[in-house]
């Protein structure tokens, strides 16, 4: 009702001058424009009967213009109390972001573990698969400076987060593993399935590590000498965070740690992962390894791998002159709080 009193006030003041239309759209005679063009005016024109009596019925309409009421300047307002009230404010509470800060970063998939990020409510609501979600934007802030970086959308219980992804249009449930990385399954996926990912992921400490971008390097400080590390050019791997979020998917906490002690790998002040790109190389001798699943219950399974190997040297003129040497690895996983990992690995090269 605030918006449509004074409208309705502008709206009666505007019909009671609607019989002087004409008269308040001329200027008032009294203007010294208006006189001096008057003056030349009658100085210049034939001084006939008509013209006369045209002269002496102007200042009569003059006479009109100036009495004839104004609009008062207060009811001019009303558009700029209109344009004030057309800017939507929605009022923005904590309590989301009170629910999404329980939440760490490795888990919201943010660049870095430890940094301190901005986040606020944005007041907007999605519905995903029935439930109601609130928005929160997250800001990362460099000197004195808030840089937007991404919206997350949180349940009224807070339990569920998702986040939303601008330029695809679509919300994936927190948390994300590493593009390309699912959490294996035994149940669903076959054994040379979880190996081809399991050994990929092992080997980037055990047997090479990512490679670099030569033109993104940092030194730091190992062992009492400086180390070149160059940013890692897997875009899926190129963060801390991401790294470990693809390692839980198939590791043990104990194993990802050890793995993580290498000097390997650094994090850059930009929050990216920096490799030093060393390599231990493979077992020339290696030649392939077949993999079943031996036992599977509701929560344990066992892996054999059987390995064959050359028992001579693989360059020589008949590597296969001696029968291969076979080798069998067994590797023991366990499901716990829905996820199945690992906890023992190793590579058969």
């Known amino acids: 009702m605030k918006k449509r009193i004074p409208a309705l006030l502008a709206a009666c ?55 004839e009421p104004a609009i008062p300047t207060e009811d001019v307002s009303v558009p700029v109390e209109d344009e004030d009230e ?42 995903i698969e029935g439930e109601t979600y609130h928005g929160i934007s997250c800001y990362d802030e460099h000197e004195e400076k808030l840089y937007y970086m991404c919206d997350f959308f949180i349940s009224e219980d807070g339990s569920k987060v998702y986040r939303y992804y601008t330029a695809e249009d679509r919300y994936s449930l927190l948390p994300e593993t590493s593009s390309g990385f699912t959490q294996m399954d035994p149940t669903t996926q076959s054994p040379e399935e979880i190996f081809k990912v399991a050994n990929a992921l092992y080997g980037y400490f055990d047997l090479e590590a990512m490679n670099g971008l030569n033109d993104k390097m940092l030194e ?7 180390e070149k590390y160059f940013m890692v050019a897997d875009e899926r791997l190129d963060t801390k965070a991401e790294l470990l979020n693809a390692l839980s998917c198939y590791f043990s906490t104990d194993i990802i740690n050890s793995l993580m002690e290498t000097p390997l790998y650094t994090e850059g002040p930009d929050g990216k992962l920096y490799s030093t790109g060393g390599a231990r190389g493979a077992d020339i001798c290696y030649i392939d390894t077949e993999y079943e699943l031996s036992i599977l219950t509701a929560d344990t399974a066992e892996f054999t791998a059987y390995s064959t190997y050359y028992t001579t040297d693989p360059y020589s003129a008949d590597p296969l002159a001696t029968e291969p040497l076979t080798k069998t690895i067994t590797y023991s996983a366990v499901k716990r709080d829905g996820r199945w990992y690992f906890t023992n690995f190793e590579l058969p090269y």
């Open 86 to 127: 057309t800017i939507e404010v929605i009022p923005v509470t904590d309590e989301y972001v009170e629910l999404i800060s329980v939440y760490d970063n490795s888990f919201l998939g943010l660049p870095q573990k430890d940094k301190v990020y901005i986040f606020q409510s944005t007041g907007a609501t999605a519905e």
């Open 220 to 226: 730091k400080e190992h062992n009492g000498t400086m």
């Open 13 to 67: 003041i505007m019909l009671t001058g609607c019989g002087g239309d004409d008269a308040v759209q001329e200027q008032p005679s009294s203007s010294p424009d208006k006189s001096a063009e008057a003056a030349i005016t009658q100085e210049a024109a034939p001084q006939t009967t008509e013209a006369v009596q045209e002269s002496s019925d102007a200042p009569e309409e003059t006479t009109e213009q100036i009495t």
